[in-house]
């Protein structure tokens, strides 16, 4: 039986060969890490460290951390509801919070496990959310875009409002598209300037976003993109013509987000203001698709289907999962060996590689 988490000389090889910056930002000049514990190469790295701006602490000293973003991020956190984070409960809900995953999420992983000091993180992602409802509305009217997440927690929180958080020891963390791209794969021939067009101003969206953060005083941002939907259990399930648009939907969006964070990189230089942000990105597409790809070097089983397991023990405990017709091997005891705990979200082993991949960008 192979170990539910890789060891540190597995991840060493591994990540050495697989984690490089987002398609198109690569060419930018900007320094190199050393090697950290993790990897030879990085994820990604930082854009750049703009002159006017601190330097950059690495992730040891980040004291406060905001996440905003979709299902793969959410915790279910209340800023208006305590419990709030404190040193003793850091994700201020009982760990791991509530998750997509079967387990803690890429946030609680990072927030517990992958750092050396304390971080109070402040999950204010939203499950099913796009980053501009007018563009790509939710599938329910109830969900938050970005923008709703920015204005729930600029309330509260921004300029050290409420915890006198600083600058120097901030960080914001965005992962959206995978719902964007989602809904809007199929009809994007059908509207005026297709999906290009469209992805554009939701992009467009995007970076306000960010500027929100870095007006609200917040050092450091990092992005991730999205992973390859097109292989998940319900991208799989498409004909082959769907599956095809929709690959071809995640690459446009992530070329173009990768585009767009260039573009910002550049236009840093010229804000008028003198406070610069830290930039980093994660490469989670190339990330997904080597572990869905490569499994049996991640350490699972299977990376097609979902693990029906948890569907069957939604009508109780005493459901067997032979009554349910769900391969046995995704039992309590073996779930940890699949990819995908449902049609798109992934198993908390997949977090937990993601967890690392940040940790290590941030250094």
């Not at 305590?82 to 201020?92: D, E, R, V, Y």
């Not at 554009?200 to 007006?215: I, M, N, P, S, T």
């Amino acid at each position: 039986m192979r170990p539910l988490l890789l060891s540190a000389a597995v991840l060493l090889t591994t990540f050495s060969s697989l984690l490089q910056p987002i398609e198109g930002l690569a060419h930018l000049n900007h320094p190199k890490r050393t090697a950290s514990p993790l990897s030879a190469d990085g994820v990604s790295d930082p854009l750049w460290p703009p002159t006017t701006l601190h330097p950059w602490p690495g992730l040891a000293g980040i004291k406060h951390a905001f996440f905003f973003g979709d299902s793969y991020t959410t915790l279910k956190y209340d800023v208006n509801a305590a419990p709030h984070p404190s040193i003793a409960n850091p994700l201020g809900l009982p760990y791991p919070g509530l998750p997509t995953s079967n387990g803690p999420n890429w946030v609680s992983y990072l927030t517990y496990h992958h750092n050396s000091s304390t971080i109070l993180s402040f999950a204010l992602a939203f499950g099913g959310a796009t980053i501009s409802r007018p563009l790509i509305p939710p599938f329910e009217g109830y969900i938050w875009d970005l923008d709703q997440q920015l204005s729930y927690w600029g309330g509260r929180l921004c300029n050290g409002k409420w915890y006198n958080w600083k600058r120097e020891s901030s960080l914001a963390f965005f992962w959206f598209g995978i719902n964007d791209v989602w809904r809007s794969w199929e009809k994007g021939g059908q509207r005026e300037g297709g999906l290009e067009e469209l992805y554009a101003r939701v992009l467009d969206k995007y970076q306000e976003g960010w500027e929100r953060v870095r007006k609200c005083g917040v050092g450091a941002m990092l992005v991730l993109n999205v992973p390859p939907i097109d292989l998940s259990p319900s991208g799989l399930k498409l004909v082959p013509a769907q599956r095809a648009k929709l690959k071809a939907a995640v690459e446009l969006f992530n070329a173009m987000l990768a585009s767009k964070l260039a573009g910002y990189k550049t236009g840093m230089t010229l804000i008028t203001d003198g406070v610069g942000m830290h930039v980093f990105s994660v490469n989670a597409h190339k990330l997904f698709s080597d572990v869905i790809v490569h499994k049996d070097r991640w350490g699972f089983e299977e990376a097609e289907r979902q693990c029906k397991y948890f569907e069957a023990y939604k009508k109780g405990a005493d459901v067997k999962l032979s009554e349910e017709g769900v391969d046995e091997r995704c039992s309590p005891k073996e779930a940890a060996r699949w990819v995908w705990r449902d049609g798109l979200h992934p198993m908390s082993r997949v977090h937990w590689i993601v967890a690392s991949g940040v940790a290590w960008t941030l250094g």
